[in-house]
C-alpha cells in the first residue's frame, strides 16, 4: 500500500497554495482555479499575507493561522521564499509539499544543488514528502485534486478515464494527456515528478496502480535513478494486467547530454535500459506520440495471440503498401485456406484478390453487402489475431454506415484487434462511433497492431525470479584481474565449458604439455599483470612442434621479464573450426548484473552485434536474445553449413549470469571471447577468459 503522504497527494482532504495568487494564470493561481473547476471537494487554503480573499476563497497569511495539517501543500513562491515555505510546511504537519519554484538540481549550479539537498534533509526530519522542485504539479482528475499549473487543462477540457500518465518533465506529462483526449479518450491521472529530490516516478507510479480505474500506464523517463522501485512498479503493473508503455530519453550520446542539462541526471547506457524494460514487461517507444498511439487497443484489452495480419480493402495499392509496411514491422501475413479463398473469389469480382492482403476493389460500390460477406467468411477460416481495414477513399454511393456496423460486429464477434485506417474524417466518425479505432493512416494502424502483439509476448513471459543465484566465492587477491588459469578455472568450477589447459613454469613441463595435448597448440603468457597478451605480442598461436612450443617459452618468458612482470605460460589445444561468439558480464551500477551475447573474435568491438540479458534469465530468454542478432542465420545453417549449438551455448549464458550475480559485487566484469561454437550437439569450448575483480580494499585500480 501507498504511504499516507503519497496517498495523500494523489486523493488530498484538504490543500493549501503558499503564494497562492488572484490571477489565474500565474503559477500561484492556477491550481486555485482547478481545484475548484474541477470538482475537488475537499476544503481550500489560499495562503497570501496582502490578500483577505484569493479567487473568492477566504485566504490566510501563512500555514499556522490554517484551522488544520493540509493534506497537501503547493509552493508558489519565488525562489528565494522557498526554503523558508518549505520549512513552514514542514512545521505545520503537511503530508506531502509540492515545489513548483525551479531553479535547483536541474542547474549545474552547486550552490542551488546545495539548496535543494538541505530542503530534502528539513522535510524528511519532520517526516513530510517532497514533489519536484521544478514540478508543474500533480493532477488526479477522478477526484478533483488538480494541483498543477499547466495551460492544457484549459485548453483541453479534461475527462475522467482509464489512463495514467507520469513524467519527469512537466510539459511531458501533459502533451501525451492532449493527445489522449483529441482521440477522444480520458485521462485519471498526469503526473509531473521535476527533479525527483525526494517523491520519485517509479514510487508515483506504484502509488498510482493502486488505483483501481487504471488500466494503462504510460512513463516519460529522463533517467532512471532507482532501478529497483522501477522494477517493484512493473512487477505490480504486471499483478494488475495494466501495461506499461514508456519513453526513455536518451537513446543517442546527444539525447543523453540534454537530459543532464535537463535534469542534471545521469543517463543510463541504453542498450541496458531496453534489457531492463524487457524483463520487466515495459515496452519502450521512441516518442511522446508512439506513446499515445495503441492506447485505444490496451483499453480494449487486446492481447493478440500472435502477429498474423489480415488486410481488407477497396484499394489494390493500400493492400501492396500494407504488405511492404508489415514487414519491417515483423508482421506476418496470415494464409488463407484454400477453402476460403475459393469462397471469397465466388463473391468478388474477377478482378478483385481474394488472398491476403484482400483488395475487394470499387465493387463495394455496386455491392455494399460484399464487406460484410468477406468478414464473414474470416470469421473462423484464420487464427490470425490482427485485421486492417484499410478504406483511403469512400464517399458518395458508398453505404459507410454499414461498412462500420459490420466492422463492429466482426470485431465484437471474433475478439480479434481489428482497426481502420480512414483518412477521412467523416469516414474515420462513422467508425468511431461504433467503438472501431480508427487511424489517419495505415502506418501507425500497423505500429499500433504490431505494438500490442509485441507486447502482449513480453507479458506472457515468466515474471522474473527473485530467486538468488548459489554464492560464487572469488579467492582473495589484491591483483585488479585475475590471470587466464584463474579466470578458467573459475568458470569451469560453475559449469562453463572451458578449454583443457596446462600452467608452465619450465621448458620441460612447455614439452610435456605439448606431448599431452598434440599438434597444435597455443601457448599464452599467464600473469594476472598482464590482462590483455596480445597488445605485448604475448601470444603463439598454431605452435606444431615441441621444439617451436619451447621457443615460444623462451621468448614470452624473455618479455614478461621486461615489462618486470612475474608470470607463468599456459599451453592448450588450439581449437579449430566452429563458429567465434563471445560472452561477457559486467555489474552495472545502477541495474546490477548485465550478461552480453553476440559475435565474437577480433572484431567484436567493431561488429557491435551483440544483445543483453539481466541475469536470472533462462536458455530461452538466450534463445529469444540470439534470434534478435545479424549473427541468428549461423545457429540455423547457412550455406550447407550445420547449425550451430544453440542449447550448449543457452546453458553457458544462463552459467555465466549465475557467476556474475552469485559473485554479490566481487566480481567488476567477465570477459569471454571467444567462445567457439560447434554444430549443434557438439557443444562449445571457451578458450579465453579474463575475470576482474571489483574495486575494494586491498584491490589495485
Same mark, same amino acid.
Given at each position: 500500500?501507498?504511504?499516507?503522504?503519497? +496517498?495523500?497527494?494523489?486523493?488530498?482532504?484538504?490543500? +493549501?497554495?503558499?503564494?497562492?495568487?488572484?490571477?489565474?494564470?500565474?503559477?500561484?493561481?492556477?491550481?486555485?482555479? @482547478?481545484?475548484?473547476?474541477?470538482?475537488?471537494?475537499?476544503?481550500? @487554503?489560499?495562503?497570501?499575507?496582502?490578500?483577505?480573499?484569493?479567487?473568492?476563497?477566504?485566504?490566510?497569511?501563512?500555514?499556522?493561522?490554517?484551522?488544520?495539517?493540509?493534506?497537501?501543500?503547493?509552493?508558489?513562491?519565488?525562489?528565494?521564499?522557498?526554503?523558508?515555505?518549505?520549512?513552514?510546511?514542514?512545521?505545520?504537519?503537511?503530508?506531502?509539499?509540492?515545489?513548483?519554484?525551479?531553479?535547483?538540481?536541474?542547474?549545474?549550479?552547486?550552490?542551488?544543488?546545495?539548496?535543494?539537498?538541505?530542503?530534502?534533509?528539513?522535510?524528511?526530519?519532520?517526516?513530510?514528502?517532497?514533489?519536484?522542485?521544478?514540478?508543474?504539479?500533480?493532477?488526479?482528475?477522478?477526484?478533483?485534486?488538480?494541483?498543477?499549473?499547466?495551460?492544457?487543462?484549459?485548453? &483541453?477540457?479534461?475527462?475522467?478515464?482509464?489512463?495514467?500518465?507520469?513524467?519527469?518533465?512537466?510539459?511531458?506529462?501533459?502533451?501525451?494527456?492532449?493527445?489522449?483526449?483529441?482521440?477522444?479518450?480520458?485521462?485519471?491521472?498526469?503526473?509531473?515528478?521535476?527533479?525527483?529530490?525526494?517523491?520519485?516516478?517509479?514510487?508515483?507510479?506504484?502509488?498510482?496502480?493502486?488505483?483501481?480505474?487504471?488500466?494503462?500506464?504510460?512513463?516519460?523517463?529522463?533517467?532512471?535513478?532507482?532501478?529497483?522501485?522501477?522494477?517493484?512498479?512493473?512487477?505490480?503493473?504486471?499483478?494488475?494486467?495494466?501495461?506499461?508503455?514508456? &519513453?526513455?530519453?536518451?537513446?543517442?550520446?546527444?539525447?543523453?547530454?540534454?537530459?543532464?542539462?535537463?535534469?542534471? *541526471?545521469?543517463?543510463?547506457?541504453?542498450?541496458?535500459?531496453?534489457?531492463?524494460?524487457?524483463?520487466?514487461?515495459?515496452?519502450?517507444?521512441?516518442?511522446?506520440?508512439?506513446?499515445?498511439?495503441?492506447?485505444?487497443? @490496451?483499453?480494449?484489452?487486446?492481447?493478440?495471440?500472435?502477429?498474423?495480419?489480415?488486410?481488407?480493402?477497396?484499394?489494390?495499392?493500400?493492400?501492396?503498401?500494407?504488405?511492404?509496411?508489415?514487414?519491417?514491422?515483423?508482421?506476418?501475413?496470415?494464409?488463407?485456406?484454400?477453402?476460403?479463398?475459393? *469462397?471469397?473469389?465466388?463473391?468478388?469480382?474477377?478482378?478483385?484478390?481474394?488472398?491476403?492482403?484482400?483488395?475487394?476493389?470499387?465493387?463495394?460500390?455496386?455491392?455494399?453487402?460484399?464487406?460484410?460477406?468477406?468478414?464473414?467468411?474470416?470469421?473462423?477460416?484464420?487464427?490470425?489475431?490482427?485485421?486492417?481495414?484499410?478504406?483511403?477513399?469512400?464517399?458518395?454511393?458508398?453505404?459507410?454506415?454499414?461498412?462500420?456496423?459490420?466492422?463492429?460486429?466482426?470485431?465484437?464477434?471474433?475478439?480479434? +484487434?481489428?482497426?481502420?485506417?480512414?483518412?477521412?474524417?467523416?469516414?474515420?466518425?462513422?467508425?468511431?462511433?461504433?467503438?472501431?479505432?480508427?487511424?489517419?493512416?495505415?502506418?501507425?494502424?500497423?505500429?499500433?497492431?504490431?505494438?500490442?502483439?509485441?507486447?502482449?509476448?513480453?507479458?506472457?513471459?515468466?515474471?522474473?525470479?527473485?530467486?538468488?543465484?548459489?554464492?560464487?566465492?572469488?579467492?582473495?587477491?589484491?591483483?585488479?584481474?585475475?590471470?587466464?588459469?584463474?579466470?578458467?578455472?573459475?568458470?569451469?568450477?560453475?559449469?562453463?565449458?572451458?578449454?583443457?589447459?596446462?600452467?608452465?613454469?619450465?621448458?620441460?613441463?612447455?614439452?610435456?604439455?605439448?606431448?599431452?595435448?598434440?599438434?597444435?597448440?597455443?601457448?599464452?603468457?599467464?600473469?594476472?599483470?598482464?590482462?590483455?597478451?596480445?597488445?605485448?605480442?604475448?601470444?603463439?598461436?598454431?605452435?606444431?612442434?615441441?621444439? +617451436?612450443?619451447?621457443? *615460444?617459452?623462451?621468448?614470452?618468458?624473455?618479455?614478461?621479464?621486461?615489462?618486470?612482470?612475474?608470470?607463468?605460460?599456459?599451453?592448450?589445444?588450439?581449437?579449430?573450426?566452429?563458429?567465434?561468439?563471445?560472452?561477457?558480464?559486467?555489474?552495472?551500477?545502477?541495474?546490477?548484473?548485465?550478461?552480453?551475447?553476440?559475435?565474437?573474435?577480433?572484431?567484436?568491438?567493431?561488429?557491435?552485434?551483440?544483445?543483453?540479458?539481466?541475469?536470472?534469465?533462462?536458455?530461452?530468454?538466450?534463445?529469444?536474445?540470439?534470434?534478435?542478432?545479424?549473427?541468428?542465420?549461423?545457429?540455423?545453417?547457412?550455406?550447407?553449413?550445420?547449425?550451430?549449438?544453440?542449447?550448449?551455448?543457452?546453458?553457458?549464458?544462463?552459467?555465466?549470469?549465475?557467476?556474475? *550475480?552469485?559473485?554479490?559485487?566481487?566480481?567488476?566484469?567477465?570477459?569471454?571471447?571467444?567462445?567457439?561454437?560447434?554444430?549443434?550437439?557438439?557443444?562449445?569450448?571457451?578458450?579465453?577468459?579474463?575475470?576482474?575483480?571489483?574495486?575494494?580494499?586491498?584491490?589495485?585500480?
Amino acid at each position: 500500500m501507498t504511504s499516507r503522504s503519497l +496517498a495523500a497527494a494523489l486523493a488530498p482532504t484538504s490543500v +493549501a497554495i503558499v503564494g497562492a495568487s488572484d490571477n489565474p494564470n500565474k503559477v500561484g493561481g492556477r491550481p486555485l482555479l @482547478y481545484l475548484s473547476k474541477f470538482g475537488f471537494a475537499g476544503r481550500i @487554503y489560499p495562503i497570501n499575507p496582502t490578500r483577505d480573499q484569493v479567487q473568492g476563497f477566504r485566504s490566510y497569511p501563512d500555514l499556522a493561522a490554517l484551522p488544520e495539517a493540509p493534506d497537501l501543500a503547493i509552493i508558489a513562491t519565488p525562489g528565494d521564499l522557498v526554503a523558508q515555505a518549505v520549512d513552514d510546511c514542514a512545521s505545520r504537519g503537511v503530508g506531502v509539499t509540492i515545489v513548483m519554484s525551479s531553479g535547483y538540481g536541474e542547474t549545474s549550479d552547486p550552490a542551488a544543488i546545495a539548496a535543494e539537498r538541505a530542503m530534502v534533509a528539513r522535510a524528511r526530519r519532520a517526516g513530510m514528502r517532497l514533489v519536484g522542485p521544478n514540478s508543474q504539479g500533480l493532477a488526479n482528475f477522478g477526484t478533483g485534486a488538480v494541483a498543477s499549473f499547466s495551460t492544457m487543462f484549459l485548453e &483541453v477540457p479534461p475527462m475522467d478515464g482509464p489512463v495514467a500518465v507520469i513524467s519527469q518533465s512537466g510539459m511531458m506529462s501533459v502533451v501525451p494527456y492532449g493527445l489522449l483526449r483529441a482521440k477522444g479518450i480520458g485521462v485519471r491521472h498526469s503526473h509531473a515528478t521535476g527533479n525527483e529530490c525526494d517523491i520519485s516516478l517509479p514510487e508515483l507510479a506504484a502509488a498510482v496502480l493502486e488505483d483501481p480505474d487504471v488500466e494503462l500506464l504510460l512513463l516519460y523517463i529522463e533517467s532512471i535513478r532507482d532501478a529497483g522501485a522501477l522494477a517493484r512498479a512493473a512487477a505490480l503493473a504486471r499483478a494488475r494486467q495494466v501495461p506499461i508503455v514508456a &519513453v526513455k530519453t536518451g537513446r543517442t550520446a546527444r539525447g543523453q547530454q540534454a537530459a543532464r542539462s535537463h535534469t542534471a *541526471a545521469l543517463a543510463n547506457e541504453d542498450r541496458v535500459v531496453d534489457a531492463f524494460f524487457r524483463r520487466h514487461g515495459i515496452w519502450r517507444v521512441d516518442d511522446i506520440h508512439d506513446l499515445v498511439n495503441a492506447a485505444e487497443l @490496451y483499453l480494449k484489452g487486446w492481447r493478440p495471440a500472435n502477429r498474423e495480419l489480415v488486410v481488407v480493402s477497396n484499394s489494390g495499392a493500400s493492400c501492396v503498401l500494407a504488405a511492404d509496411s508489415s514487414e519491417p514491422l515483423a508482421l506476418s501475413l496470415a494464409p488463407l485456406p484454400d477453402a476460403t479463398v475459393a *469462397a471469397m473469389a465466388a463473391q468478388l469480382p474477377s478482378f478483385a484478390t481474394a488472398t491476403n492482403p484482400i483488395d475487394i476493389t470499387a465493387a463495394l460500390l455496386n455491392d455494399s453487402t460484399l464487406f460484410g460477406r468477406i468478414l464473414a467468411a474470416l470469421e473462423t477460416a484464420t487464427d490470425a489475431a490482427l485485421f486492417l481495414i484499410a478504406l483511403p477513399v469512400v464517399g458518395v454511393g458508398y453505404d459507410v454506415p454499414l461498412f462500420a456496423a459490420d466492422t463492429a460486429a466482426f470485431m465484437r464477434r471474433t475478439g480479434k +484487434a481489428v482497426v481502420v485506417a480512414a483518412p477521412q474524417e467523416n469516414v474515420a466518425a462513422l467508425f468511431r462511433a461504433e467503438g472501431v479505432p480508427v487511424f489517419g493512416n495505415q502506418t501507425e494502424a500497423l505500429a499500433a497492431l504490431a505494438q500490442i502483439a509485441g507486447h502482449a509476448a513480453l507479458l506472457r513471459l515468466p515474471a522474473p525470479s527473485s530467486a538468488l543465484p548459489p554464492a560464487v566465492p572469488v579467492a582473495p587477491g589484491q591483483s585488479r584481474f585475475l590471470d587466464e588459469a584463474d579466470s578458467l578455472a573459475l568458470l569451469q568450477a560453475h559449469g562453463l565449458p572451458t578449454v583443457p589447459f596446462r600452467l608452465c613454469r619450465t621448458e620441460a613441463d612447455v614439452r610435456a604439455a605439448f606431448m599431452q595435448f598434440g599438434a597444435p597448440v597455443v601457448v599464452k603468457a599467464c600473469a594476472s599483470a598482464v590482462p590483455h597478451k596480445s597488445e605485448h605480442g604475448l601470444v603463439a598461436l598454431n605452435v606444431t612442434t615441441a621444439a +617451436a612450443a619451447a621457443e *615460444a617459452f623462451a621468448r614470452l618468458t624473455a618479455t614478461l621479464a621486461s615489462l618486470h612482470v612475474d608470470g607463468q605460460v599456459l599451453v592448450a589445444p588450439m581449437i579449430r573450426g566452429g563458429h567465434e561468439l563471445m560472452l561477457g558480464a559486467r555489474v552495472d551500477p545502477l541495474f546490477g548484473p548485465v550478461v552480453m551475447i553476440g559475435a565474437g573474435g577480433k572484431y567484436v568491438e567493431v561488429f557491435g552485434d551483440t544483445a543483453l540479458l539481466l541475469p536470472p534469465f533462462t536458455a530461452d530468454d538466450v534463445r529469444a536474445a540470439v534470434a534478435r542478432l545479424r549473427i541468428a542465420p549461423f545457429f540455423r545453417g547457412v550455406r550447407g553449413e550445420a547449425p550451430l549449438d544453440l542449447d550448449r551455448v543457452a546453458d553457458a549464458a544462463v552459467a555465466l549470469g549465475a557467476v556474475i *550475480a552469485g559473485a554479490q559485487g566481487q566480481i567488476a566484469s567477465i570477459d569471454v571471447n571467444p567462445v567457439i561454437a560447434r554444430a549443434a550437439g557438439e557443444g562449445v569450448v571457451i578458450v579465453d577468459a579474463l575475470v576482474e575483480r571489483a574495486e575494494g580494499p586491498g584491490v589495485s585500480a
